[in-house]
């Protein structure tokens, strides 16, 4: 009997975690305007995690790299019209393949009307905890040069809907403060990546959703390696 009740909790329990990982969703503008203070006064920080080339069209983004950077250069230009000083951090993968990336993304945002000014590129990203700990050295590098002070400077993340309820999860476990998080619709499709089981978990929304949810729960195991990783190194 205790092993159903404990079966039945567990269950209950992690059914609680993917309701709560499918639906936390926000509105960045919504946060912004209740931010403007800090907005009007520092950097707004806006992170794009990356989401590869397209396996199939290796000359694109894929769509959810596409809607994500869209987005984010979309609000960029809303803080600029607000007065604020927007600056993109766009992530792009591994070392054979980022270039290519950076550059389609980056036309995109000169073409929409921002600046090189507003805009940095992560490179050679392996995974989302590696992803984390460059976005951490870039904001205390910034904050550091003559762009701006940590006074009003704040942070968003733009990403993918199913990945949004955990983008957050290892800025803030590597120190990165992060105000709001908008996730974003748009077709799952296969990535152009050096893993094989990377590239196929994004075939299809099935497994791609199963790899979030996973590594939601994983997240505390992850951060412990990846720092891990950085001591060793």
Excluded at 31 to 49: C, D, F, S, W
Excluded at 93 to 100: G, P, R
Excluded at 131 to 139: D, N, P, Q, S, T
Aim: positive net charge.
């Amino acid at each position: 009997m205790n092993i159903w009740v404990t079966g039945i909790v567990f269950l209950v329990v992690i059914l609680l975690c993917l309701v709560k990982f499918v639906w936390k969703r926000h509105d960045l503008k919504f946060i912004a305007k209740k931010e403007i203070t800090r907005i009007l006064k520092g950097i707004t920080y806006i992170y794009v995690p990356s989401y590869c080339l397209s396996y199939y069209y290796t000359d694109r983004l894929t769509d959810m790299s596409l809607q994500t950077t869209n987005k984010a250069i979309e609000f960029a230009l809303w803080i600029k019209k607000l007065g604020g000083n927007p600056i993109l951090i766009l992530s792009t993968s591994y070392a054979v393949l980022w270039e290519k990336e950076a550059d389609i993304k980056t036309k995109m945002a000169l073409d929409a009307g921002l600046s090189l000014e507003n805009i940095i590129i992560i490179p050679e990203v392996t995974d989302s905890y590696n992803e984390a700990r460059k976005v951490r050295i870039i904001i205390r590098n910034c904050l550091l040069s003559s762009q701006g002070s940590s006074q009003g400077s704040i942070l968003f993340a733009i990403a993918e809907r199913l990945h949004a309820s955990r983008v957050g999860i290892p800025l803030r476990s590597f120190g990165v403060a992060v105000d709001g998080v908008e996730g974003v619709k748009a077709r799952i499709e296969r990535a152009l990546e050096p893993s094989w089981i990377k590239s196929i978990r994004s075939a299809h929304v099935v497994p791609y959703a199963l790899w979030q949810w996973i590594f939601y729960l994983a997240n505390p195991l992850m951060v412990w390696r990846e720092k891990r990783k950085q001591k060793g190194g």
